[in-house]
């Protein structure tokens, strides 16, 4: 399975955007999905996923303003971003579990004025 990333850009406080990560196959029995985001320096951590059971669990830093989802008719992966802060930005990674991990490129979210 091969992951491609994309809707990162530069963003202003406050403003939104929405990441996809399409797969390259069926999602559908995916055991784990997520995004994780790499600030510039630092190591790269989780901020949303996305069990099998359809729960959902955020980093206490974007509960009430990202949300996680997924359509398995078009095997992608959402993060619907509201309310950026500076603090949000980095290299947006998406992550599902089918048997393995696979990762997809990553895409770069500036959140600046």
């Known amino acids: 399975v091969q992951l491609q990333a994309s809707g990162g850009g530069l963003v202003q406080p406050g403003g939104s955007l929405r990441l996809s990560c399409a797969a390259s196959?069926?999602?559908?029995?995916?055991?784990?999905m997520a995004w994780y985001r790499q600030a510039p320096g630092k190591q790269r951590n989780l901020v949303a996923s996305?069990?099998?059971?359809?729960?959902?669990n955020y980093a206490d830093s974007v509960k009430g303003r990202f949300t996680i989802s997924r359509d398995n008719a078009k095997n992608t992966v959402y993060l619907q971003m509201n309310s950026l802060k500076p603090e949000d930005t980095g290299v947006y990674y998406c992550?599902?579990?089918?048997?393995?991990?696979?990762w997809g490129q990553g895409t770069l979210v500036t959140v600046s004025s």
């Open positions: 992550s599902v579990i089918l048997g393995s991990a696979y």
């Open positions: 196959g069926s999602i559908f029995s995916a055991q784990f």
């Open positions: 996305l069990n099998t059971g359809g729960s959902t």
